[in-house]
């Protein structure tokens, strides 16, 4: 069972970089997929979260209106794409399954594992320079 994000890099502030999480080892049909990130020296935040059949997503207000979360279950994978990125996005990112994202960054773990804690890839950095 595996997460694996990739398409960070380096971009301009305004730019856009879109994010790809793919899972090898097991479906994510079934399960709310989210994105989270972790500036250096700061607290993990949720950035966005969608529903199993991709009907429904969240967004933290930190990024709301700039980023669109997508999943596309026949190729077990979900996307992140991100406009008029800004230096403060600079960040980490990972994916992880069933976790609800709240408005404010918060998050909560929704599964049903017995760690309590889901499934989580290694993330990928996304560097935005002003």
């Known amino acids: 069972v595996q997460l694996q994000a990739s398409g960070g890099g380096l971009v301009q502030s305004g730019g856009s970089l879109t994010l790809s999480c793919a899972a090898s080892?097991?479906?994510?049909?079934?399960?709310?997929m989210s994105w989270f990130r972790q500036a250096p020296g700061k607290a993990r935040e949720g950035v966005s979260c969608?529903?199993?059949?991709?009907?429904?997503?969240y967004y933290s207000d930190s990024v709301k209106g700039r980023f669109t979360i997508s999943r596309d279950n026949a190729k077990n994978t979900v996307s992140l794409q991100m406009h008029n990125l800004k230096p403060e996005d600079t960040a980490v990112y990972y994916c992880?399954?069933?976790?609800?994202?709240?408005?404010?960054?918060?998050?909560?773990?929704?599964?049903?594992?017995?760690?309590?804690?889901?499934?989580w890839g290694r993330g990928t950095l996304v560097t935005v320079s002003s």
């Open positions: 080892g097991f479906s994510l049909e079934n399960y709310v």
């Open positions: 969608i529903s199993s059949n991709g009907n429904t997503t």
């Open positions: 992880a399954t069933d976790y609800l994202i709240t408005e404010d960054g918060s998050y909560l773990y929704i599964g049903d594992d017995n760690a309590g804690k889901g499934s």
